[in-house]
């Protein structure tokens, strides 16, 4: 097992760097620079700050320089943010992001999880319907729908939550902007969950243990869960990458300082370095938590081995 | 036998599912009763209700099913008593093993831990004991290395150790009644023997009732005292075994008694033509290996074999799973990568790519043994008969496209009307027929048949022979026919090719093979499958 870790570990760098390389080139294939908005901005200046960026060499170059520095563990200054490296953008932004989507995706395995299993215990009938249409309401309503909702809700009529801002991490401050993320997120490990325990409460070994008289906890937990749980994981790993790297919506909504909105400010203004160091985090954050569920398949399922 | 207790007895049963199609009955009032320690068997084809009857006393109906009357055991209706009361009968007094050994156990737990689960719930015992009892009831059945066993997952073991180990769980608490659901049906023949054989000695040692639920007369002839025949969800008959063979009353048991195909294929003239030729094919399969994996296990799955198949001609390769069977059919139509030579009519084919194979595969086509899985559930039959012809015979209109679909169907004995209609709406021989006739609208010489009857009812595979037999004479066709179920297999071939492990054991003319098999695992196969002898006279 260690050894196949060892292995994905590996084939992750040549992994990376396509995605580096696809990333950087793209990028520059989009038309305009870092410096073009700036309509004030003297041809001089302007040419200035593009030769202390290295903006003017061969783009070869640019590219060589770019690879060298992200081995050193250097993501480059930001263009638009000229007081910040990409690096300590993210070390002050990421660790809120990944509070708030790590606090969302815990929330909306558990909660979706229950909610499926109900549903397929009760399938066809008031139960099931029930959470079939909060999971449809669920993964229809969009978030910008659902944040100014709770804000308005919770914050302005009932004042129980504050309406955003991250207050330093107060608790309270993150319910929101967590029920926020995690909503869509329970819809659909609900569903996801009531198909895969419907099929597993067929299947003959869940005839096996109720010919054999077991408990219906044991039925229905030991034998039948624990089957129902792989898609389960598959999901959770590409979840795991797009909630913990911040969601642009939520972060603008509740005045959230995470990463989240880096990307998208980043692609609009062409701050190349903010965008490929997005590119490059939530890239690692993919090939981990893959890796991650597909060892996690192997926790589960022993018929799963990897050597 | 003595006269003895009656312990079970189901009155008046009915069994009904509700469907989008209203309601369906599949269990139509019948009456049935198990003494204490005799063998009852439960006899009837696909769809008779004799699973559902036995589902119904367990409690085990699917969502959709109710089921009304009474089941009594030792004076308590199992109908009607609560699902903890139910639990304490279920897999103690009654239990139940089931036809499919490779899906039945858990895969996520190991063997011990799903033994020892029923025998603390039952009997309360602590884990060390339980421990002690499931390694005693591995032993029971059989299991070699009982110890490392425990540990081994589902996956790690055969089907017919998987249902040696369903055997010890259902047996874990000293049932009174053991129902055993079509127990052999999903294994090898020489499997089949030893699990029934394993039944009937721990019949004569622990003396439970048994209860067959089988379609196979054979099973019910060596093992039962008596036999209930159902058909349509009703009992037609009734009586002690050896009655029912000599004398069967209804038509219906009459005619599942003459069910096993008859009849032999003369072999063609010697001076026929040879249509496919195969010089010492192997197959390799390369199992994992890769980038930092190391050295690939290389498995030889054929090994060596030659072949000639003359016109007219029908070789049956016979073999148990995992022989190599399926594999050397597929390897001669260039459906897998092959050494050795392979020649078609007079071309050589061994290297031909695809593309060269392309024109080729009109007159070598394949039917497979799942007439489930094997037809398109989204096409029309009509869409699924004649799709070869668009590859094939591109010029063709429309209309004349589905004459040739009206033309197939009619000669596979099948409704022309029903290429309008889509493969679920039919049964399994029906489908069969739809993949035959898909099959024969390409005007073939050569199919591979790849147990083409095995999913199918004694009944029904009778005719599916005949069928075939019929579309040989017709169109001097000639067969591969790979099967693992030595009647038809006879009834069939007029060659035979016995594979293990990818390798020819032996050859010859069927009836040399039947009347007198050189090798010893012929000689099994063939003991296991064609004796008829009693395992047990009742005692």
């Not at chain 1, 008031?126 to 993964?139: E, F, K, P, Q, R």
């Not at chain 2, 089931?98 to 156990?105: D, I, V």
């Not at chain 2, 000599?246 to 026929?272: F, I, S």
Request: charged letters at 20%; glycine letters at 8%; zero cysteines.
């Amino acid at each position: 097992m260690l050894r196949y870790v060892f292995r994905r570990l590996l084939t992750a760098i040549p992994t990376l760097f396509v995605i580096v390389t696809m990333a950087f080139f793209l990028m520059r294939v989009a038309p305009g620079g870092p410096f073009n908005q700036e309509r004030g901005l003297s041809p001089e200046i302007r040419a200035n700050l593009e030769a202390q960026f290295g903006l003017n060499d061969p783009l070869w170059l640019q590219f060589v320089h770019y690879l060298g520095n992200l081995l050193r563990g250097n993501f480059g200054p930001s263009y638009n943010m000229p007081d910040f490296t990409v690096t300590e953008l993210f070390a002050k932004g990421l660790p809120i992001s990944v509070q708030l989507g790590a606090s969302a995706l815990i929330l909306a395995l558990l909660l979706g999880s229950v909610l499926g299993t109900i549903a397929a215990l009760n399938q066809n009938k008031v139960g099931d319907y029930t959470v079939i249409a909060l999971a449809t309401a669920g993964s229809t309503i969009p978030t910008f729908v659902i944040a100014p909702v709770i804000q308005l809700l919770f914050g302005l009529t009932w004042k129980l939550l504050p309406i955003g801002g991250w207050g330093d991490g107060a608790f309270i401050n993150k319910v929101g902007p967590v029920l926020t993320l995690a909503l869509p997120q329970i819809a659909i490990v609900a569903r996801l969950m009531r198909g895969s325990m419907i099929e597993s409460l067929r299947s003959h070994h869940i005839r096996t243990a109720r010919a054999l008289g077991l408990s219906d906890w044991s039925v229905v937990v030991k034998h039948a869960l624990r089957g129902a749980i792989l898609p389960i994981v598959s999901f959770t790993g590409p979840a795991a990458a797009a909630l913990l790297t911040g969601s642009v919506i939520v972060e603008t909504i509740f005045s959230i300082p995470g990463v989240g909105r880096y990307f998208v400010d980043a692609a609009l203004n062409r701050d190349y370095t903010l965008v490929m160091g997005t590119v490059v985090v939530i890239a690692i954050f993919t090939i981990v938590f893959n890796l991650i569920v597909d060892v996690m398949y192997a926790v589960v399922d022993p018929r799963v081995r990897y050597d | 036998m003595a006269a003895s207790e009656t312990i079970l007895s189901v009155r008046d049963l009915r069994v009904r599912f509700r469907t989008l199609d209203g309601a369906v009955e599949a269990v139509k009032g019948i009456n049935i009763h198990i003494n204490a320690g005799e063998t009852v068997a439960v006899v009837g084809e696909s769809g008779s209700g004799k699973s559902q009857t036995m589902m119904a006393a367990m409690s085990l109906l699917a969502s959709n099913g109710e089921a009304t009357g009474s089941v009594d055991y030792r004076g308590r209706n199992l109908l009607t008593l609560s699902k903890s009361e139910l639990n304490k009968v279920r897999g103690a007094k009654i239990s139940m093993i089931f036809q499919e050994p490779m899906t039945s156990l858990d895969p996520l737990y190991s063997i011990g831990n799903q033994l020892i689960e029923p025998i603390r719930r039952h009997r309360g015992l602590g884990a060390a004991e339980a421990h002690e009892e499931a390694l005693k009831l591995l032993r029971l059945v059989h299991i070699p290395d009982p110890e490392r066993r425990m540990k081994s997952y589902p996956h790690e073991m055969s089907g017919g150790q998987r249902q040696r180990v369903m055997i010890a769980m259902a047996l874990a608490n000293d049932p009174d009644i053991l129902i055993a659901d079509e127990p052999t049906t999903a294994l090898d023949v020489t499997i089949q023997a030893q699990i029934l054989m394993l039944l009937a000695e721990l019949q004569r040692k622990l003396g439970m009732a048994i209860v067959f639920i089988t379609h196979d007369l054979g099973i019910v002839r060596r093992f039962a005292d008596r036999v209930y025949v159902m058909r349509q969800g009703e009992v037609v008959e009734e009586g002690e075994a050896e009655a029912i063979f000599v004398n069967p009353q209804h038509a219906y048991t009459k005619m599942l008694l003459a069910a096993e195909p008859t009849g032999r294929k003369a072999a063609p003239p010697a001076n026929a033509p040879v249509l496919l030729e195969g010089r010492n094919v192997e197959v390799t399969f390369r199992i994992g290996g890769g980038f930092l994996a190391g050295e690939p296990l290389m498995l030889r799955a054929v090994d060596h074999i030659s072949i000639r198949l003359q016109r007219n001609q029908t070789i049956g390769i016979v073999g148990e799973s995992g022989s190599g069977k399926s594999t050397l059919g597929r390897a001669l139509l260039r459906l897998l990568p092959s050494d050795g030579l392979i020649r078609f009519g007079d071309r050589d084919i061994s290297t031909a790519d695809r593309q060269a194979m392309r024109p080729l595969r009109r007159e070598m086509q394949l039917v497979f043994q799942d007439p489930f899985g094997s037809l398109s559930p989204r096409m029309t039959v009509g869409q699924v008969v004649t799709e070869g012809l668009l590859v094939h015979e591109p010029n063709l209109s429309g209309k004349q496209r589905d004459q040739r679909a009206v033309e197939a169907l009619r000669e596979v004995g099948l409704d022309p009307n029903a290429r309008n209609r889509y493969p679920h709406e039919f049964s399994g021989g029906q489908r069969q027929r739809i993949a035959i006739a898909r099959a024969m609208i390409l005007k073939p010489k050569l199919v591979v048949l790849d147990e083409p009857t095995s999913a199918l009812d004694r009944s029904v595979q009778k005719q599916i022979v005949e069928l075939l037999r019929k579309l040989q004479t017709d169109h001097e066709l000639s067969y591969l026919f790979i099967s693992h179920d030595l009647s038809v297999v006879r009834a069939m071939a007029d060659y035979i090719i016995v594979m293990k492990q990818g390798k020819i054991v032996e050859e010859g003319p069927t009836e040399a093979i039947f009347s007198n098999p050189q090798h010893v695992y012929t000689q099994t196969l063939m003991a296991a499958a064609i004796d008829v002898t009693r395992f047990r006279l009742s005692a």
